[in-house]
């Protein structure tokens, strides 16, 4: 399914020569927004009694809403705000960054589903002998979920873009 090979280094692979593609400047704003959004939801989670008392404390609920609701607007935001404006120079993009985007997408969407797996059987198996599981942790797997699917394709892409991958093939 993949290719773990090493590649030969792609000649912009070293961050200090490297230009500044859109694809790795819109990755390195992804990740910033939505490292804010966990930073903000996991504190508005476990802060003020943890998993037992979130979903019955709306206020915790509204606030892990509020930090989600900045990362679904702010990301949409950014990607207007990167896009190439008329009349200026384009940012670079390229084949190499189509692949490298197509290759993170997959790689990103293989951790999110391993993510869910993991945390669904985790739970499974702390909560089986009691026979149900605290709904707060339903709204943990939501939240985290769709905070998860950024993060990791967007850390995905900067590390194939920056870690010697060539040029992203296979």
Same mark, same amino acid.
């Given at each position: 399914?993949?290719?773990?090979?090493?590649?030969?280094?792609?000649?912009?692979?070293?961050?200090?020569?490297?230009?500044?593609?859109?694809?790795?400047?819109?990755? $390195?704003?992804? @990740?910033?927004?939505?490292?804010?959004?966990?930073?903000?939801?996991?504190?508005?989670?476990?802060? &003020?009694?943890?998993?037992?008392?979130?979903?019955?404390?709306?206020?915790?609920?509204?606030?892990?809403?509020?930090?989600?609701? #900045? #990362?679904?607007?702010?990301?949409?935001? $950014?990607?207007?705000?990167?896009?190439?404006?008329?009349?200026?120079?384009? $940012? @670079? %993009?390229?084949?190499?960054?189509?692949?490298?985007?197509?290759?993170?997408?997959?790689?990103?969407?293989?951790?999110?589903?391993? &993510?869910?797996?993991?945390? %669904?059987?985790?739970?499974?198996?702390? &909560?089986?002998?009691?026979?149900?599981?605290? @709904? #707060?942790?339903?709204?943990?797997?939501?939240?985290?979920? $769709?905070?998860? @699917?950024?993060?990791?394709?967007?850390?995905?892409?900067?590390?194939?873009?920056?870690?010697?991958?060539?040029?992203?093939?296979?």
């Amino acid at each position: 399914m993949y290719d773990f090979s090493y590649p030969t280094p792609h000649p912009t692979s070293n961050l200090e020569e490297a230009e500044m593609t859109q694809l790795r400047k819109r990755a $390195m704003w992804i @990740v910033a927004i939505w490292t804010v959004v966990a930073a903000g939801f996991l504190a508005s989670f476990f802060l &003020y009694g943890g998993v037992e008392t979130f979903a019955d404390d709306k206020a915790r609920v509204l606030q892990g809403a509020i930090f989600l609701a #900045g #990362g679904v607007f702010g990301t949409p935001i $950014m990607l207007f705000l990167t896009r190439a404006h008329p009349g200026t120079e384009h $940012m @670079v %993009c390229d084949e190499r960054d189509d692949r490298l985007a197509r290759k993170a997408n997959l790689i990103g969407l293989t951790a999110v589903a391993l &993510y869910v797996f993991l945390v %669904c059987i985790s739970l499974w198996e702390t &909560y089986r002998e009691p026979g149900a599981v605290p @709904v #707060g942790w339903m709204w943990f797997l939501a939240y985290s979920t $769709m905070i998860f @699917v950024h993060l990791s394709t967007a850390i995905t892409q900067l590390i194939l873009d920056l870690g010697n991958f060539g040029d992203a093939e296979s």
